[in-house]
């Protein structure tokens, strides 16, 4: 019999697991994430990166484009001067949630047993 059976040919890009990964890998995007989730408003770019603390600028300005790419947050700019931005999680972001909630949660549970 083959070694190779039909669930190793799947490519992980191509399942939930790989597209989630997708959404949320990187450095940054899951503490932005979690920073807009549990600030309950919506936060202004410098609000955002002194919560985040050590990020770039430039960092922080690539992970929120990518964020508002792949529909996770909304970007909200208001026609004054100085220009005012807001970002908040979309409906999307939101549902996201629960799965970081238990990433958390996982995390609290081993540093008790360690």
């Not at 792949?70 to 999307?92: A, F, G, H, T």
Request: net charge positive; aromatic share 10%.
């Amino acid at each position: 019999m083959n070694q190779e059976s039909s669930h190793n040919k799947v490519e992980l890009k191509n399942t939930g697991f790989g597209y989630t990964l997708y959404l949320i890998g990187g450095k940054y995007k899951m503490p932005v994430l979690y920073a807009l989730y549990t600030n309950n408003d919506p936060i202004r770019y410098n609000q955002l990166k002194r919560t985040l603390g050590t990020i770039s600028f430039k960092t922080l300005t690539n992970t929120l484009k990518e964020l508002e790419a792949d529909e996770l947050i909304i970007r909200q700019e208001y026609p004054q001067v100085p220009p005012k931005v807001e970002y908040r999680l979309s409906k999307k972001g939101l549902s996201l949630m629960p799965v970081l909630d238990e990433i958390c949660y996982w995390g609290e549970e081993q540093m008790k047993n360690s």
